[in-house]
């Protein structure tokens, strides 16, 4: 018999005043134990092996029911996970033929499971109160990786796409969100992040995280080669209310610039720039609607205006540019721009400042997006140095007549130095 790897996720969502940990639990064919954190933004991920998973498993589905307890599916048996040792116990078994060899489960409460199997999409209610398994019939689209409940609807990872999963109406089942070319999400979830799956990228062996707004897909960590694959992930969260979202915009997710918080510290600004960026390659955003516009500010002391400005050279096509060579730069969707392309533009952006001399001393930009609701991110700021570099006198001697061929060569002084004439 075949055998399964338990990993165990635990995600830290932070307040202003608390941080709430929430625990994530995986499958994957080994039989070994990983907890994985990731931060409160989804920047990065850390994995500890914790143990030996001990349970007769097959990639047959892992799910939470509403009061914590962590399921498994394997043929026509449902096991009780110890999450803390992961031994297993029996407490289902489906009457002999009753169900084909399903590919994942999903818990909705009230004893009532749902199952998929894997290659013809065969949808079965399993009710383990009466013991009654109802062959619903099929999707038409087998199950890839899981089944997975989000704000009371099923979703489930299918060849092409995510799918909302109408268990009333089979032909009614939606493609919500198209794999994009080169993934195959396997396990899903949801996650703590606004509007978004926690999901495991099979060809990539990656965590992202795949918005059901927008599509986006946002990498959150590769794992390790001795890391197995995710076919099925759970966690609470499943049952949680997660209609809620706080609107967030954070120019350098793990704080690599040495900015805390939404912001970033940008690279010095001198005479010799052309020009700084103020974003950092992790920007993370999340959002309730569509993006619709982002504005770009040099704020606060601008002792070199007109003369210190913002500029964005080419970036997404479906993003328009307004502003570009000004002190306020606008981007707006121009229909079908994700939060990909908006950071796309934004890492685009750069300051300038062609006063001669420079007026030395701190400068901040300010970034802040608005959606198709009307909602409006948190401001982020980028921080920007502006350094006055030494002047140097340049002389070329006496004025010196060239003969005609004659080769001359002038000593400007200051070795290694640069000029422009």
Known sequence: MSSKILYVFQFCIFSTH?????????MAPSVEFYKIELDDQACSCAIEHIASLDAPVSSNGLTFTPDSTLVLSNGGHLFEVDTLSGTSTLFFTAPPGSWQTINSIVSVGNGIFYGIAD?????YRINIVSGIITFLGS??????????????NIYYTSLFGIMLLDTNDLTNNQT?????????PLGITPSHIC??????????????LINIIDGAYTIICNLPTEVDIFEHISSMLEFADLSDCEITLDLDCNNSSGATDADYNSPDYNC??????IADEDIRMSYDDIITTMQISVTGNVPDAPNEILVLNGGPANIDVDGSGTDILTLTNAGGAKSTDFKDAL??????????????????VEVQFTTASGAMSNVATA??????????EVGLGPDIQACEDEIITLDAGHPGSSYTW
């Open 18 to 26: 608390c941080c709430l940990c929430q625990t994530y639990y995986g």
């Open 119 to 123: 290659f013809n999409g065969a949808l």
């Open 139 to 152: 999707t038409g689209l087998p199950v890839t990786g899981d089944l997975t409940l989000f704000n009371g």
């Open 176 to 184: 919500i969100v198209p794999y994009h070319p080169g993934t195959l």
């Open 195 to 208: 509007n978004s799956f926690l999901a495991y990228d099979g060809l990539n062996h990656q965590f992202v």
């Open 272 to 277: 010799l720039s052309p020009g700084v960026g």
């Open 347 to 364: 890492r685009l952006v750069l300051y300038r400042n062609t006063a001669i001399p420079l007026t030395p001393g701190p400068r901040t």
């Open 383 to 392: 921080f920007i140095d502006v350094l006055e570099l030494p002047l140097l």
